[in-house]
């Protein structure tokens, strides 16, 4: 073999093995890498588990800290609250006491009473024997003048001892009972002062109309608008009266219905304001305020159930309620007054030991007919017992409502109390007001009235005018003529007066039989 080829062959050989050694020497230079990549992984790894458990220590430490601090609020808010119920629990053992002690001092008079009648009893027993033996000289005496029989005297003497008896019994009677009503007399004038003393009202005046103010003079002329479209937009879309007349920078805003004054008065305010008066722009805002008004009037229904603390009410009867704010009734605003016999009404029912939550529900409720008699026929009362009725309001309320002026008979404590209630907030100083010379003229011509029938022999207006009583002449107008004539009063009062509210005729014939005894 040529030795140019051996060369070869071993120079190859040698490369070989050459580079078998060195890729040894990469192999394990490279095992030292990845070794020494993984000791620092490695490395990290427990710098970082060590920093995780640091954290989740000083986590832990944080919620134990957290736990604390809450278990210490709930700690101090079950002592607040145990303090609270010790502190409920001693004036309940106060109340216990003075009940007690009412109680120590009723039986106390129970027991005066009950010595009174004893004593009374023998007194009684004492006159029975006065009597028995009376009884038995009358016999004697009886026998020897009238030669009666025994069993004919005891029976004459058994009339006059009934007779005498019944007489003492209805004086014994009749003192009890004066004494009975001077005692509920005392109790009801000191329910009622209660009452007064604990709430004050504010006083109001009388609002018919609303007045608008203006900038200026030159604010009428536009607010008439064109051959007068602005005002007849207005007038139209609100249904109310303008009056613009030579008041200096003044409208008068005329209307029966009190929502719909609001709402021209808020309307024209917006305009004056606003600057645009035209009647696409009326309609506009009329229909903006109308729907505010309605959010207003819901909030202030809710407000005042809320104030009252009555619990759920049906959502029509809160917005009725509301509209009672801007119902006014003899200057007097009827939610406030309304309100007013709510209190009154509920105080006296806790001095009664009454349902205080449902005299203060009829007390609210009692002339929730006047936020719907613009709208609707009939009185105040009717149309109040008939909305109540169909919200499903508890009969105490509805019969409340139905009585409160006398129209039917109260059937509860509670109707009694939201009566007097009324009478109490319009019958204060400054709660009502009207022209004296008007309503001196109202009664003398309702007076007036019911003297011209025949028959009538005088008549009486009573309670501010609600009420006029006739006196007929018994031998002249018999008892089916009394019902004509009533019918008839009312009648011609409702054609001739106008008054506010109504009126109740009441015709009365009577018979009397005197005798003078010389």
Do not use: W
């Amino acid at each position: 073999m040529p030795t140019n080829v051996l060369h070869l062959i071993l120079y190859i050989s040698v490369g070989v093995i050459i580079g078998i050694i060195i890729m040894e020497i990469i192999s394990k230079m490279g095992l030292n890498k990845n070794q020494q990549r993984a000791d620092l992984i490695i490395k990290e790894a427990n710098i970082e588990a060590e920093n995780v458990k640091r954290q989740a220590v000083l986590d832990g430490k944080n919620a134990a800290y957290d736990l604390k601090l809450q278990a210490e609020k709930e700690i101090k808010k079950q002592r607040q609250e145990v303090t609270e119920l010790e502190n409920k629990l001693l004036r309940r053992d106060d109340a216990l006491s003075f009940r007690e002690e009412k109680l120590q001092n009723k039986e106390k008079s129970l027991d005066d009473r009950l010595e009174n009648v004893k004593n009374k009893t023998a007194e009684i027993d004492r006159m029975k024997d006065d009597l028995q033996k009376k009884i038995d000289v009358q016999i004697v005496e009886l026998e020897r003048v009238a030669n009666l029989t025994a069993a004919d005297a005891r029976k004459e003497l058994f009339a006059k001892v009934e007779q005498q008896a019944a007489n003492e019994m209805a004086a014994i009677m009749k003192e009890k009972e004066e004494e009975a009503n001077a005692k509920a007399s005392d109790v009801a004038r000191n329910i009622i002062g209660l009452a007064i003393q604990r709430y004050a009202q504010e006083e109001t005046i009388e609002r018919t109309v609303s007045v608008v103010g203006l900038p200026s003079e030159e604010m009428k002329g536009r607010i008439i608008g064109r051959e007068g479209r602005n005002i007849r937009a207005i007038e139209q879309a609100t249904g109310v009266d303008l009056i613009i007349d030579d008041t200096p920078e003044t409208i008068t805003i005329s209307c029966f219905d009190p929502v719909r004054r609001e709402i021209a008065r808020q309307t024209l305010e917006h305009l004056i304001k606003d600057g645009r008066i035209q009647p696409g722009r009326i309609e506009e805002v009329v229909a903006k305020k109308t729907a505010e008004l309605n959010e207003i009037i819901q909030k202030t229904g809710e407000e005042a159930v809320f104030e009252l603390g009555l619990g759920r009410m049906d959502r029509e009867l809160i917005r009725l309620v509301g509209r009672l704010r801007y119902r006014y009734s003899y200057g007097q605003n009827v939610l406030e007054h309304s309100k007013e016999v709510a209190r009154l009404a509920g105080m006296m029912a806790a001095e009664l030991h009454l349902n205080q939550n449902l005299a203060k529900r009829a007390g609210l409720l009692h002339d929730i007919g006047k936020a719907i008699d613009t709208e609707q026929e009939g009185s105040h009362v009717e149309l109040g017992v008939k909305v109540t009725k169909k919200h499903g309001e508890n009969d105490v309320v509805v019969n409340a409502i139905a009585s409160h002026h006398g129209d039917v008979e109260a059937k509860s404590v509670i109707a009694n109390l939201v009566a007097a209630a009324d009478a109490l907030s319009a019958a204060r100083p400054g709660a009502r007001y009207e022209s004296l010379e008007n309503y001196v003229n109202r009664l003398e011509e309702l007076e007036k009235i019911a003297n011209g029938f025949e028959g009538v022999e005088k008549s009486y207006a009573i309670q501010a005018g609600r009420e006029i009583r006739v006196m007929v002449f018994p031998d002249k107008v018999d008892d089916i003529n009394c019902y004509r004539i009533a019918k008839e009063i009312k009648n011609k009062i409702e054609d001739e007066l106008t008054y506010p509210g109504q009126i109740k005729v009441t015709v009365i014939r009577e018979t009397r039989a005197s005798e003078v005894a010389k």
